[in-house]
């Protein structure tokens, strides 16, 4: 019965606002565990408290979370219970920036879990698996079918999870799709802070929306927090100031975002996840290379010069890129010998068109067209289209006020 209860009650508090809560429900639940010789009650304690201290951005002690799940997972003998244990390991990888460890376990759990259970759960691993592609470049592991299976019964909120996706593939057609396609309240509660954060990025790219606006008021209630699930922690993606800061930027109020930026390094560095204190450096770069005051395009330069390095150590090649091409800028240069017609084909590119449609609106046939796109990608040193978007949307426009 007690068992009982305490599953209802770290239900009914898996929202942000119930975090102190559910941790203590994890030292309860675990202190059950032992008393009674249960591993399984064990280690739904170790999971609870798993979940609880990432989202209150305490990381090492989260990590310290896994070997003691691992040995009550071995002991137990069931999937299900090996699949928690490799959706914490994938987020905690992850956050690390241990992007090949991160890909095996989801990897592994997706094909515990794939056509034995309904869609969700091999929708948890696929969720992983794009977001590593996106941070590090490699499109390979998330195919058009794993996505169409994944999204075919999936709930509305996952449209925000979808668009990003896309965003980061470079087609923008399909992410606007999605993006219009979220709905303006209806955000699960275990997963608000991290479908929140998505949000509000995506509205940086595409335009204010009552959605947003709804997203960005949710954040502001928890500062301190770190952007993840609630009841099941798929993803840790950093602390929640840097949206608030990203959403600052985009409502024109370049001081709170640069300050809110701020905090949310401070707190990304503390925790230990450099992929995410990496994107919101350069974050603080682009609001520095638009505020323009006194001394900020020299913070601003100093800053994507920086992050540019630390990507490349990462092996984060689409934020390298990026960084690259927000510090040529900021130099007064350009990132490779670009003419006028590989600059206007760049910006079709991140745009979200094909070869087929550059064709059309240039006048000219499929096949010239694809020899620009190649052009552009050897003078940037660039892997793919993803690349040549990234660059066009931060290299073509840090110069306009």
Known sequence: VLRSALRSRQMARSGPDGVAER???????LALGKADDDDDTMLWGRLWRFDALAMLGRLDEAEGELGPMLALTERLQRPLTRWHYLRSKAAMDLARARFDAATTAAQESLALVEGRVHDALPGVSVIVLTVIAGLTGRDELVSEQMLEVFARDAPRFVSALLSAHWLRRGDRERARRDYTAIPASDIPVPALLSVAATIVELAAEFGPSATAEHAAAALRLYPDLFATGGAGAILVSGSARTFLGIAAAAAGRPDDAVRELRLGIAADDRAGTP????????????VLARRRRPGDVEEASALAASVAAT????????????????????????????????????????QGLTNKQIA???HITERPAESHVQHILGKLGLANRTHIATWARDGLRTDQP
């Open 23 to 29: 941790l203590e429900l994890g030292n309860r639940m």
């Open 275 to 286: 992929p995410f204190a990496g994107l919101a450096r350069f974050e603080l770069a682009k």
């Open 311 to 350: 990507a490349g150590q990462l092996g984060m090649a689409p934020l390298r890129a990026r960084a690259d091409a927000l510090a040529a800028s900021l130099r007064g240069d350009t990132p490779g010998p670009l003419t006028s017609r590989e600059r206007q084909v760049a910006g079709y590119v991140a």
């Open 360 to 362: 059309a609106l240039l």
